[in-house]
């Protein structure tokens, strides 16, 4: 045989075999596919614990991989198995409880990050540092009172790391000054030694009138 005619029986033979693992293959995952339907319809009829349980678990899983999950993890073994809706509904069960379980601990984790995350963002309380958020105080109540929105959501809550839940309750506390709103209106220049005596107040006592203290230092 000439060498050009073994090499081009050599490639034959190649992609043949090829075609042959990827047909093989092909045909497995439709068994599958097929095995997974009729256990799915032998399980669930006129068997709603067995179509709530996957129900519960499609929420976690997805409709898009459900069937490859389903697959994937073992729940065809319940083919074989002389009970098998008892087993399908042990499996979905098991799978939600895994998964629930480790989103939960997920959850945990990543709030146990943000809190450390938080910590490792503190400042020290420095003289400096109590008198530039001492100053910043005063400006953000004093904004707070004139209703000035855009410094408050642009420059005050983030500089003062405030959720939207703080910045409502700080919000509601100053509506309810009416003395001092009062005070601003007839007088508008009042809001200097407002801030004056805040910053005095203040310095004194910093852990008190710096907004949310306990968030920015350490």
Known sequence: MKIANFFTCAIVSILVAGCVKNNMSSTNSKTDMDQLTNLKQQTEQNNPFV?????????????????????????????????????????????????????????????????????????????????????????????????DNDNITKRYQPLFKMSAQDLTDLKTKVLKDNYSHFLIDENPTILQEMKADYIEKCLSNPKDNIINYFKIFR
């Open 51 to 147: 179509v709530d349980a996957k129900k519960q678990l499609l929420q976690l899983v997805g409709d898009k991989h459900f069937d490859s999950y389903l697959i994937k993890h073992g729940i065809l073994d319940c083919k074989d198995n002389s009970n098998q809706s008892s087993c399908v509904l042990k499996f979905y069960l098991n799978e939600f409880y895994k998964l629930k379980y480790d989103v939960q601990l997920k959850k945990v984790i990543d709030e146990y990050k943000a809190e450390h995350n938080q910590e490792l963002e503190k400042i020290t309380p420095t003289d400096g540092n109590i008198n530039s958020y001492c100053q910043w105080s005063a400006d953000f109540v004093a904004a707070t009172y004139t209703d």
